[in-house]
């Protein structure tokens, strides 16, 4: 087996900053990357939901073995087939994987490396158990551009109604929040998931292997917010890190300029603006909706690890 260090997990909220955190620090000597195992649809194969929550909807105990498995590469993973998936996508992922399982099997082969990213929003609320043994970066970005991301990817939270259960009764106000002509359901997922995070990390007892990712900061100032986390992480910082944070950030286009719908991650794009064409996007009561509710829930992040 692989003399593999303890691995570094990026989570956070989906749409936050994980893709390109996980390229510039993959791209550093002796380090290898795992994309999105525990992605339901193609990740590993004893993963049935996505955002497991050990001790909640899945066991301490199992959820332990899956990581130990993934960590030790001795997973299988899913061929991870999409309805929307073409012909030749379907027998390209048949034949050799999809975006999941090429990772890990990259990983897996790639015999210079010795210390394991796993990139993944899923793994959340798993968070409190990964940090008591493993370095944990969550990623968070604010609401208004979040719910934007949502909204032009046409996502939905459909784990909302699983996940509410493990949160004081209660506790979160966006459960009444319904969809309407004028305020997409897309925007009521984000609220949703955004309320959950921060209810979740706040319960997190204070940890020095828990460090928060600003999307924001690293939108604005990606060289500054590159190297705190190496820092954090112990790291050097080389002049290829830097070039790259930049490189990733910039885009193409040196305007404000809405990313093309369904594509995560539209490299023409000046990431500067990322958090600015929310404004083209939402409507103004989605924008109302979202002002006044950030307002009154005063969303903070936990003070440690930062």
């Not at 309320?195 to 460090?211: C, R, S, V």
Request: glycine letters at 4%.
């Amino acid at each position: 087996m692989k003399n593999i260090k303890k691995p570094i997990i990026i989570s956070g909220i989906p749409r936050s900053g994980t893709t390109p955190l996980s390229g510039v620090l993959s791209s550093i000597e002796g380090f290898s990357m795992i994309y999105e195992p525990f992605n339901a649809n193609q990740g590993i194969i004893d993963v049935q939901f996505n955002y497991p929550y050990p001790g909640k909807n899945i066991s301490i105990e199992e959820f332990q073995s899956i990581f130990k498995n993934l960590v030790q590469f001795k997973s299988s993973f899913k061929k991870g087939y999409l309805n929307s998936d073409s012909l030749a996508k379907r027998i390209f992922k048949t034949f050799f994987g999809n975006e999941s399982s090429l990772s890990y099997f990259r990983a897996k082969k790639n015999s210079s490396a010795n210390q394991l990213l796993i990139k993944d929003p899923f793994l959340l609320f798993s968070s409190k158990e990964l940090c008591l043994n493993h370095k944990v970066i969550i990623c968070h970005r604010p609401l208004l551009p979040l719910a934007a991301s949502f909204k032009r990817m046409k996502w939905d939270f459909k784990e909302f109604e699983d996940l509410i259960n493990f949160f004081p009764p209660n506790s979160i106000k966006s459960y009444w929040f319904k969809a309407s002509d004028k305020i997409s359901s897309n925007v009521i997922g984000a609220i949703q998931f955004y309320e959950l995070f921060y209810h979740y990390i706040n319960n997190i007892n204070p940890n020095k292997n828990l460090y928060f990712f600003s999307q924001q900061e690293f939108s604005t100032d990606p060289i500054e917010e590159i190297i705190n986390v190496l820092k954090w992480l112990e790291l050097e910082v080389s002049d290829e890190i830097i070039q790259l944070s930049q490189s990733l950030n910039r885009g193409k286009s040196s305007q404000i300029h809405i990313p093309d719908k369904s594509i995560q991650h539209d490299p023409n794009y000046n990431k500067k603006y990322s958090n600015e064409y929310y404004k083209l996007v939402l409507t103004k009561e989605e924008i109302e909706l979202i002002d006044a509710f950030v307002a009154e829930e005063r969303f903070e992040l936990p003070t440690f690890g930062l």
